[in-house]
Structure formats: structure tokens, C-alpha cells
């Protein structure tokens, strides 16, 4: 669920009957807009005065208690004259976030040269007034109520709020220590809660080994259900048996039951070699179909990976999963493509149609532990993202993609084709990036641009 609040405001001076009438346009349409999208709540101020519009000094306490009281996760101020600048301002700093300004065309003058609404002046002083206080906000460009500029403005400002209300307060399930040659997946736990806000919870793979003993005599029957999955869903190598799948189905579970008892949005776990001393398995199958349930895992203990997962998924309002992969190697042939590959974490809703999705052993490990998926992803528009720090300082990689043709590749993977792939290897070898990204399908470039304006310390570096 996400809370929006819907503040229109106009200004004394102005032409009071047509602000009541743009207001009342400006809600249905924007009512109609977020239809696309599910679980959005908007709370607007009709109960405020006759008017239903942000105009009056007085009115101010009531609607920022009004707004706390419904936790409301982003602003939106429509304009329907010109505004009140220092309202806006004030009722933006006090409930701090993310801010929509836009404001309709306006008509042409009257057949006297008198003017009713005034609403672009009024947007050009209340940004001023919003940069003065310190209030980052999102601007559409003035236009029309029905143009599509207002709704894809509206929908990648929903999509912008949605990531930062998902990063508030962020809990990730830490299963294990990196892998101790990774230097790779060095982070920062304090820093990170200090900057961030975000919580690491760390077990250990023992404590996991505990969760799946339980489950087997607790979960008798989800067990089965995960079984059924995986035999209506998946082809075996002939080597995998029933208890190799069952074994995959206890950790599904037993990694979901972890997260949900600590309020984890995301799990990183140190997929090798400990768990296959322990338990006798690599976790491919099972990361691949939580992460289809929009709880995602990610390999090694990366835990910036895991931050990345999760703004990946906020971007898709939770209608796709993200997929967590290597940047592995070149394309044979094509200069401006990569190769975008995983064990087999990928989300087997993401395989592309036709493709048969085969359970098998992690060919590069000894003893071929079972748990590996093998099944090439849909292509498509893809954004490529990777949340990344050093020395104190944070970026957010932000890169658009499309998929490609290219060869076969054990595991879960997908060829990408950029515009220049020189230009974002040597970003990425540069920068303080390890060879981790999320990928998501879609375009969203601009919205992840947008959402580093409302998260203090993170900077934006966007590839061509």
C-alpha cells in the first residue's frame, strides 16, 4: 500500500471557481491514472474548508496532522491557480517526502485580457520556495489535465515514492558471512544504518540448518506444495531425486520463515561452500523462486546487492521480480554486448517463453551439488542498477539496456546489448562497483534519477 496525499492549493488573488472546478478535474484524472497500479490510497483535504483547497494560514496545523495521522508516503500539489507558495513549503517540510509539483495549462485570457488561474507563475514560485527550505521535489512540466505528460509524470512519481518508502526502514536477512575470499562484498553495517537507516539481521548457517529441521516436522503440507511446484514447473537432470527436491523445498521455506519473523525485505546469503557442507545443496532453485514471490535473495552476502534488489522491485510497483547477476563476459561478437549470468537465481516466471527450465548440479563445484537452474530469461527493455560505496561515499549505477541473441549458457542468464559497452566497463572498473547488478525489464532511468533526490548521500551515475 501506498499513501499519497493529494494537497491542491490556490491562491487568494485568483479566480476562485475555476480552482474549484481544476481541482475536481485534476482528482478524477488523477484518480484514473493510478488505476494502473494497485494498493494506492489517496488522501486529500475536501474536509479542510468548503473549498477542499490549501489557500488559508489557518487551515495549515489541520492538514499537516491530517497527513501524519495517514502516514501518507508522498505529496502531490496540484496547482489549480496560482498557489500558495509558503503553504506548500511548510506542509512539504513538515511531513518530508517525496514531493509532486505540477500545475494545468492555463486557458487563454478572457474576452476582456483577464486571466483566471495564473498556474505556471504559481509553479515557478513554489519550487523557489521549495529549494529555500530544503525540500527536494519532482517536477511534471506544465501541460493539460488529459495529456499523457501528466500520466507518465504521475505514474514514474508514484514509482520514485514507492522505492523510497521501500527503503525507509530497511530490514535485510544476512545468512552468513560473505565468502571469505570476496573482498568483493566488503560493506559497512554501521555505516549503513547510520546514513540509511538500513538493519542487517545476521544468522548463521546453523541457525538455518535449525529452521529447515523444524519445518520438516512443522510444514508437512507446504512441503508438498512446494514439491508439486518444482515437479509441474521444472525438468530434472537424471541425477537430481525426489529427495534432492524436497531438500530445495525445505529451504524455500525455511529462508521465507527466517525473513518474515525478522521483518526482512531481502535476504543475502553465502550461497558457498559452507551450505554445501552443511546442508548438501546450492540454494539457486530455492533463491530463484523466492525471489519470484518478491522476497528477493542474492548470492555471496551482498548485502549492496540486496539494497539494489530491493529498489529494483519498487520500480515495477511488485508486477515484476528483479533478477541478481554477474556481469560475466563479453559477447563473442557483438562489441556493445554482455553477458548478464547466475547459478540460477534467476526468476522462472522471467524464462523466456518456449524455453524448458532444467534443475540440475553447480558444474563448476565438486561433487556437483544439486540446485542449479539452467534456463535462458526474456529479453526486452531491461534497467540495469547497482547500489555501490567506498571510502564513505555511495553512488547508484543507473543504465538501460535491451536483450540480445547470443549462445548458450549453463545457468540462468541473459545477453544484453548496450549502447556503448567500452564506456560502462571502464565506469564500472572505476567506480566503486564489484561485478554484481540488479536487472529489471522495463525503463526506468529517469525515475532512478529522480528517487536520488530524496536519498541524502547518493549519487546518481548514469551510463549512456
Keep these: 500500500m501506498l499513501n499519497l496525499g493529494f494537497v491542491p492549493t490556490r491562491r487568494k488573488l485568483f479566480n476562485i471557481e475555476e480552482a474549484i472546478r481544476y481541482k475536481k478535474l485534476i482528482r478524477k484524472r488523477t484518480e484514473g491514472i493510478l488505476e494502473e497500479f494497485e494498493n494506492i490510497h489517496i488522501y486529500d483535504i475536501d474536509w479542510v474548508n468548503e473549498e477542499g483547497l490549501l489557500f488559508d494560514e489557518s487551515d495549515l496545523d489541520k492538514v499537516i496532522n491530517y497527513l501524519k495521522e495517514k502516514e501518507v508516503d508522498a505529496l502531490f500539489f496540484p496547482h489549480c491557480n496560482f498557489g500558495s507558495e509558503d503553504l506548500v513549503g511548510k506542509v512539504a517540510k513538515a511531513i518530508g517526502v517525496p514531493v509532486l509539483l505540477w500545475g494545468p495549462r492555463d486557458d487563454p485570457p478572457n474576452d476582456e485580457g483577464i486571466r483566471a488561474r495564473d498556474t505556471q507563475c504559481g509553479l515557478f514560485a513554489t519550487s523557489k520556495v521549495l529549494r529555500r527550505m530544503n525540500v527536494p521535489f519532482t517536477y511534471i512540466t506544465n501541460s493539460w489535465v488529459d495529456s499523457p505528460t501528466l500520466r507518465d509524470g504521475l505514474l514514474d512519481f508514484i514509482r520514485v515514492a514507492n522505492v523510497v518508502k521501500e527503503l525507509k526502514d530497511l530490514r535485510i536477512l544476512q545468512i552468513s558471512t560473505r565468502p571469505g575470499a570476496f573482498w568483493t562484498m566488503i560493506s559497512n553495517e554501521g ?100 525471489t519470484d514471490e518478491r522476497l528477493p535473495v542474492v548470492c555471496e552476502t551482498d548485502i549492496h546487492g540486496a539494497i539494489g534488489a530491493i529498489m529494483g522491485q519498487a520500480l515495477t510497483m511488485g508486477k515484476s521480480p528483479i533478477f541478481f547477476a554477474d556481469l560475466t563476459v563479453r559477447h563473442p561478437k557483438n562489441e556493445n554486448a554482455e553477458l548478464l549470468w547466475h547459478c540460477g537465481p534467476f526468476p522462472p516466471s522471467l524464462a523466456k517463453p518456449g524455453t524448458q527450465m532444467v534443475i540440475g548440479g553447480h558444474y563448476l563445484m565438486e561433487g556437483k551439488p544439486f540446485g542449479l537452474g539452467n534456463w535462458e530469461i526474456k529479453g526486452g527493455d531491461v534497467t540495469i542498477l547497482r547500489f555501490d560505496g567506498d571510502h564513505g561515499e555511495y553512488r547508484l549505477l543507473i543504465g538501460e539496456a535491451k536483450g540480445t541473441e547470443g549462445p548458450y549458457v549453463k545457468g540462468t542468464y541473459l545477453w544484453i546489448e548496450v549502447s556503448d559497452w567500452p564506456m560502462w566497463e571502464n565506469t564500472i572498473i572505476n567506480g566503486p562497483y564489484v561485478h554484481h547488478v540488479i536487472g529489471v525489464h522495463g525503463q526506468y532511468k529517469k525515475v532512478l534519477q529522480e528517487v536520488t533526490k530524496y536519498i541524502p548521500g547518493l549519487i546518481p551515475e548514469v551510463l549512456p
Design 191 to 290: 555505516e549503513l544504518l547510520e546514513r540509511f537507516g538500513i538493519q542487517l539481521v545476521p544468522v548463521t548457517i546453523y541457525d538455518l540448518k535449525l529452521k529447515m529441521d523444524k519445518v520438516v516436522s512443522q510444514t508437512p503440507k507446504e512441503i508438498d506444495k512446494v514439491i508439486d511446484y518444482i515437479n509441474n514447473t521444472f525438468k530434472r537432470e537424471p541425477y537430481v531425486t525426489d529427495e534432492h527436491i524436497k531438500k530445495i523445498a525445505i529451504l524455500k521455506i525455511a529462508m521465507r520463515e527466517m525473513a518474515d519473523e525478522v521483518g526482512a525485505k531481502a535476504i543475502a546469503i553465502q550461497c558457498w561452500t559452507s551450505l554445501q557442507d552443511m546442508v548438501g545443496l546450492v540454494p539457486c532453485l530455492a533463491n530463484a523462486m523466492l
